[in-house]
């Protein structure tokens, strides 16, 4: 029999601590809420820790996110319409500055998800 526990899409804690960052890192979308934890083990050794968002992104994402019709936990389907937002948001005029951070935020996404698609309970 399989155990199971959490997967914050942003991790680590330590690196979100304003309440603003707490409630991007925490918001229920970004959760995977049971993943195997073999799984989940795997994951952390092989994807390196996601880039940190600056504020005017992290903003830009979670009103995204809580705008967006996007499933209430961590779904793979919203892994991937994340991955492209953050894609998409690499060529946004007032983003550009951001391209490589942005694309940096995607990539990092995309090589979950196939870790999110086997554990996922």
Request: proline share 9%; net charge neutral.
């Given at each position: 029999?399989?155990?199971f526990n ?36 795997e ?17 830009h ?5 809580e705008t967006?019709?996007?499933d209430?936990h ?5 892994v ?8 998409w ?8 500055h ?15 998800l196939?870790?999110?698609r086997?554990?996922?309970?």
């Open positions: 029999m399989s155990e959490r997967h914050h899409l942003v991790y680590e804690r330590w690196m979100y601590q304003t309440p603003t960052e707490r409630r991007y890192r925490n918001l229920s979308q970004l959760v995977v809420p049971r993943m195997v934890v073999v799984v989940h083990d994951l952390h050794a092989r994807v390196p820790t996601p880039p940190k968002p600056p504020l005017v992104l992290l903003i994402a979670l009103e995204h996110i967006e019709d996007y209430n961590g779904t793979p389907d919203n991937e319409r994340l991955a492209k937002w953050y894609d948001m690499a060529y946004h005029p007032d983003f550009y951001l391209e490589n951070l942005s694309a940096k935020i995607a990539k990092n996404l995309k090589e979950q196939p870790y999110i086997e554990g996922a309970a």
